[in-house]
Every structure is written in C-alpha cells, then in structure tokens.
C-alpha cells in the first residue's frame, strides 16, 4: 500500500487544517488506518485510527477537536483538526495496517505548526 500524505502548513492556534492521506488500493479493504504525529525530540504517537468496519479511536489530547474521516471514492482519509494549539505541533503520518500481523505501511509526513 502506497500512502501519500498532505494538507499541512503553519496556521495560528485556534485556527484549523484538514489533513488528507490518499491511498494505493480500497481504503475500506484495509484493516485499519491511522494518523500518528511526531514532535520534535518526541516518539511517534497515535493521534487517530479508523477501523474497516467504521470503529474510531482518538487519543485522549485530540478529542473533541479532531476528526478523522474516510471517502471510499477517492481512497482517502482525512484528519479534520480544529482549534488547534502549539502542542499540537508535529510532522503528522499516515499509517495503514491491511490485515491484522501484516507490516505497517507509512506515507511521507506532512509538517503543521501552530504558533501562538
């Protein structure tokens, strides 16, 4: 599976961006499909993840404000980030996990900053 992420870009706190991670093959075909972020300094961690069978989960620093989304027509999740703050600062990844034992399949990372 091919991944290509982007939708980055610098925007002030509060403000919002929509990330897009468009995919290789079926995207309701993959097991599961994840947002994670990067910090400088930090480990890669989940932000979100939809399952095929349409199950969500969020990390606890997102709720409410992010969402993630799916089109089945263009093979592409989505990340809607809204009132975005500095700590949400990062280089965010797409990740795609096709069957449950299978290898992980990244995207290039997109880059978002938010300045206060």
């Known amino acids: 599976v091919q991944l290509q992420a982007s939708g980055g870009g610098l925007v002030q706190a509060g403000e919002s961006l929509r990330l897009s991670c468009v995919a290789s093959k079926n995207i309701f075909s993959i097991y599961v499909m994840e947002w994670y972020r990067q910090a400088p300094g930090e480990q890669r961690k989940l932000v979100a993840k939809?399952?095929?069978?349409?199950?969500?989960v969020y990390a606890e620093s997102v709720k409410g404000r992010f969402t993630i989304s799916r089109d089945g027509a263009k093979n592409t999740v989505y990340l809607q980030m809204n009132s975005l703050k500095p700590e949400d600062t990062a280089v965010y990844y797409c990740n795609a996990l096709p069957r449950v034992g299978s290898i992980n399949f990244w995207g290039q990372g997109t880059e978002v900053t938010v300045s206060s």
């Open positions: 939809i399952f095929s069978g349409g199950s969500i």
